[in-house]
Each structure stands twice: as structure tokens, then as C-alpha cells.
């Protein structure tokens, strides 16, 4: 199995900035891709930046410029740096991973437990 653990989320004004961590515990065979999402109260996860294997990272059109997300050359911690905060960044912050735990195993999901992120404006 394969545990994650989010950090950085806080509270700060609008324009400013942060760095969440997501800590990756276990051991994996591969790393498929890796996911920041964001979930504001009484609304559903949106992706807000991945990571593909092979590929370049992806943002939602929101974030470009302000965030960027990238991760450690062992990919077992990913980060999400984030400038220029707004208001409408408030929420929790998820971290999630694909992986294969062994090399012709499936493909699994694993999730981190969210940091909250409160802007003021």
C-alpha cells in the first residue's frame, strides 16, 4: 500500500503564495501520473495540475502562470507551488497517485488526506 501525507496549506492574503507537499510512504513499482485536485465546500474535486509519466505537466486553464507543479527525481514526494493566490484558491487541496505496486500489477489510485488552503481577500 501506498500512503500519502499533504502539508504547506495555510492561511494567507490574496497574492501570496505557498508550496504543498504531498509525502509518498510504501513501496511502488512505477509511477503512472500524479494529481493536485481542488475541492471548494459543496463542490466536486477538479483537477488543478498532473503530472503524466513521460509527459510534461498539465494545468487547468485557471492556475497557468500562477502554479506549477512538479515533483522529486525519486517521485515519492510531489509539490504544488502556488503564486499569486486568489480568493477563489480556497479550499482543500488534494494529492493523489497513480502507481503499479509490483510491475505487472493493475493500476491503483491512492489519495492524501487534503490540506486546507484559506485566501483572504
Known amino acids: 500500500q501506498v500512503q500519502l501525507v499533504e502539508s504547506g496549506g495555510g492561511l494567507v492574503q490574496a497574492g501570496g503564495s505557498l508550496k504543498l507537499s504531498c509525502a509518498a510512504s510504501g513501496t511502488f513499482a512505477a509511477v503512472n501520473f500524479m494529481t493536485w485536485y481542488h475541492q471548494r465546500p459543496g463542490n466536486q474535486r477538479e483537477i488543478v495540475a498532473s503530472?503524466?509519466?513521460?509527459?510534461?505537466?498539465t494545468y487547468k486553464d485557471s492556475v497557468k502562470g500562477r502554479f506549477t507543479i512538479s515533483a522529486s527525481d525519486a517521485k515519492n514526494t510531489l509539490y504544488l507551488e502556488m503564486k499569486n493566490l486568489q480568493p477563489d484558491d480556497t479550499g482543500i487541496y488534494y494529492c493523489?497517485?497513480?502507481?503499479?505496486?509490483?510491475?505487472?500489477?493493475?493500476?491503483?489510485?491512492?489519495w492524501g488526506q487534503g490540506t486546507q488552503v484559506t485566501v483572504s481577500s
Open positions: 493523489s497517485f497513480n502507481v503499479r505496486l509490483d510491475p505487472s500489477g493493475p493500476a491503483l489510485t491512492f
Open positions: 503530472i503524466i509519466s513521460g509527459s510534461g505537466p
